[in-house]
């Protein structure tokens, strides 16, 4: 059972570029959610979705797109890359239990 | 406007004493909540939680306190021990709602040996 799987755990990219992280789970979570954790800022909501072709904003949506075709899949992307998205990007998703999420390894991004 | 705060960016304590770490929240709408603890480079892992319907939950070593009239939690370690150190997110949810989780900003505790 291999939980929240994201990809890449490592990326670097020029300003402007566009890129999407991967994610999904194998545990048949209707609720996904991106979170984003900057340093002094804690972990704060991108998006987030309740199930497959239901999406919505969280707390930091601007810069970011989602999609949910199917209930595996989340994937996260950045449409012209900022300095200001720099930051560590965990995907996550929710079983039964109220607010208990389970998270991935988390994927480092890097814009310069 | 921030909803669930963690004034504390660190604690440091003792193995085998106790370590309490705190958290605040302003939204009254919020009738759950979490504690979540976090590796470096890893994700963060569900530790324990709490119903506004109670003011206390324990877990082995682990114990969750609500004040609702105080807005305030806090989690206590007992005894604490150097696995412990690790950064520790308060979060709160209203049930039934959009399940949206708001984290506090996390504190980092670090257990001596």
């Known amino acids: 059972n291999a939980g929240v799987t994201q990809t890449p755990k490592f990326q670097v990219l020029k300003t402007g570029q566009s890129m999407t992280l991967q994610c999904a789970q194998d545990?048949?979570?209707?609720?996904m959610s991106w979170y984003r954790q900057d340093p002094g800022m804690g972990l704060r909501l991108i998006h987030y979705s309740v199930g497959a072709g239901i999406t919505d904003q969280g707390e930091v949506p601007n810069g970011y797109n989602v999609s949910r075709s199917t209930t595996e899949d989340f994937p996260l992307r950045l449409l012209s890359a900022a300095p200001s998205q720099t930051s560590v990007y965990f995907c996550?998703?929710?079983?039964?239990?109220?607010?208990?999420?389970?998270f991935g390894e988390g994927s480092r991004l890097t814009v310069l | 406007d921030q909803q669930v705060k963690q004034n504390s960016p660190s604690l440091s304590v003792q193995e085998g004493r106790i370590s309490i770490l705190n958290c605040d929240y302003t939204?009254?709408?919020?009738?759950?909540f979490l504690w979540y603890k976090k590796y470096p480079a890893e994700g963060p892992t569900f530790l324990i939680s709490i119903s506004s319907i109670k003011d206390k939950n324990e877990d082995g070593r682990f114990t969750v306190f609500l004040n609702k009239s105080a807005k305030h939690l806090s989690l206590h370690i007992v005894p604490s021990q150097p696995g412990d150190s690790a950064v520790y997110f308060c979060a709160a949810v209203t049930q039934g709602g959009s399940e949206k989780l708001v984290f506090g900003k996390g504190t980092k505790l670090t257990v001596n040996p």
């Open positions: 545990m048949n979570h209707e609720y």
């Open positions: 996550a998703s929710k079983g039964p239990n109220t607010g208990e999420l389970f």
């Open positions: 939204n009254s709408m919020f009738d759950y």
